[in-house]
């Protein structure tokens, strides 16, 4: 079977358009968007204008109780583990947020995304602020600016904001309230959702007469991904970051997918067919390669996938288990894989851990992870002290034999533990 757009064919003006998207595709936002008009939605207080078309609306409020009893029933009963949390010792405040942003892949396109703001309540105008970034979800709305929707969300919330954190957190472009495709792992496009939500949430928070301190970075699955994406985005903008957390993040896509493909294991999770549907779709749409996904995904499971990308119903049943099962049978040959246009975009894009880093990083992996390999896990880290007498920035920490939800679980309050140590 032939890969409809050529196994050597990157799509040269897309990648083109990539490359020069990323050079400065923050600058000039107030220009490219007009303050968006207040709106009233259900339950919701009217959006309030801020400079350079950023909205917020308060969209409800958690108090202590609620926080206490994600903490005690809510988080170990989706995450199938106990561990020891710290009890809230405060409500929460919710804003949603809507900001304008820019598709670096499509030139710079003008888009508006959404997020979240969380803020204790009465406990002062200062506090550390953590943005978080979301993992996996199948449905748009199951992201921080729709908190009730968010398990791993809520637990945030619960243990940081609850705690005395500013919690913020992007939907990522397509999600939320974001009318764009999904872009699934696009790394240049969550780069820029995520630092310009972060901006955002400064302006909001200036509204609010709140004053953040030190900056904390957190995700988990494919928010560790982003996570170090956005620090690595920071960095070269030479802000400051005083510590950077993840938990299960796969920072290395080439070597995950090959692994997928090539080495499957007795534990590898029945919904990973999920990611290679989400990033075939997104590669297409944001890289501009036409029938990229078809050249992936087989012909008798390609209006299933489809349909699952694009949020439509779909038969959950008829979904693959395997990536064996969903995949052409030319990507379990390693060199085609290698050399197709959808393996050079995620050999090309999704790594992030190769520069300098130097704000303080803790990788925190299970060794039962069904998702993220031990190796995977410590990548950044052997990269980082394979560098001359060794960068010690960068540490990978095991939560033992926790699967991919009790890695985050048992991650988080040590994110905590870490992040109060330094100042929070």
Do not use: C
Not at 76 to 88: N, Q
Not at 140 to 165: M, R
Not at 205 to 227: M, R
């Amino acid at each position: 079977m032939g890969d409809a757009v050529g196994a050597t064919d990157l799509g040269r003006r897309g990648l083109a358009r990539t490359a020069a998207g990323l050079v400065g595709a923050a600058a000039g936002l107030a220009a490219l968007l007009p303050v968006a008009k207040a709106e009233t939605k259900a339950g919701a207080e009217p959006l309030a204008p801020l400079a350079a078309g950023v909205t917020y609306s308060h969209v409800g409020s958690w108090d202590v109780a609620k926080l206490n009893q994600i903490l005690t029933a809510d988080a170990p009963k989706f995450f199938g583990i106990t561990v020891p949390l710290s009890p809230a010792r405060s409500g929460v405040a919710l804003y949603r947020v809507h900001y304008p942003s820019v598709v670096p892949e499509k030139g710079n396109l003008p888009i508006m995304a959404s997020g979240l703001v969380a803020v204790p309540d009465g406990e002062g105008s200062r506090f550390p602020l953590l943005s978080y970034q979301h993992g996996t979800v199948y449905q748009k709305e199951q992201v921080p600016s729709f908190p009730d929707q968010s398990p791993e969300t809520g637990l945030v919330l619960a243990q940081f904001a609850g705690q005395g954190y500013v919690v913020t957190g992007a939907d990522y472009f397509g999600m939320g309230t974001s009318r764009e495709a999904e872009g699934y792992l696009v790394k240049g496009s969550q780069q820029q959702a995520t630092v310009d939500m972060l901006a955002a949430a400064r302006a909001v928070l200036a509204a609010l007469k709140i004053e953040p301190t030190k900056l904390f970075l957190g995700g988990w699955s494919q928010g560790g991904f982003v996570t170090m994406a956005l620090l690595e985005r920071l960095e070269a903008q030479g802000m400051t970051v005083d510590g950077a957390a993840t938990a299960s993040g796969p920072l290395d896509g080439f070597a995950a997918f090959s692994g997928f493909l090539d080495f499957p294991r007795g534990i590898d999770a029945t919904w990973l067919p999920i990611l290679f549907i989400l990033t075939a779709f997104s590669f297409e749409n944001y890289y501009g390669v036409p029938d990229l996904a078809r050249s992936v995904i087989k012909d008798e499971h390609y209006d299933l996938a489809r349909k699952l990308y694009e949020r439509e119903s779909y038969d959950a049943a008829s979904l693959p288990t395997t990536v064996r099962a969903l995949v052409r049978a030319d990507y379990l040959s390693p060199r085609y894989f290698a050399s197709s246009a959808y393996g050079r975009i995620i050999s090309a894009t999704l790594h992030a851990y190769r520069w300098v880093i130097q704000s303080p990083v803790r990788n925190y992996y299970g060794e039962s992870d069904e998702v993220v390999t031990p190796g995977l896990g410590r990548i950044a880290m052997t990269y980082q002290e394979a560098m001359g007498s060794g960068n010690k920035a960068v540490s990978a920490i095991s939560t033992g034999k926790t699967d991919h939800r009790g890695t985050f679980m048992t991650a988080v309050p040590q994110w905590k533990n870490w992040f109060d140590a330094a100042g929070g």
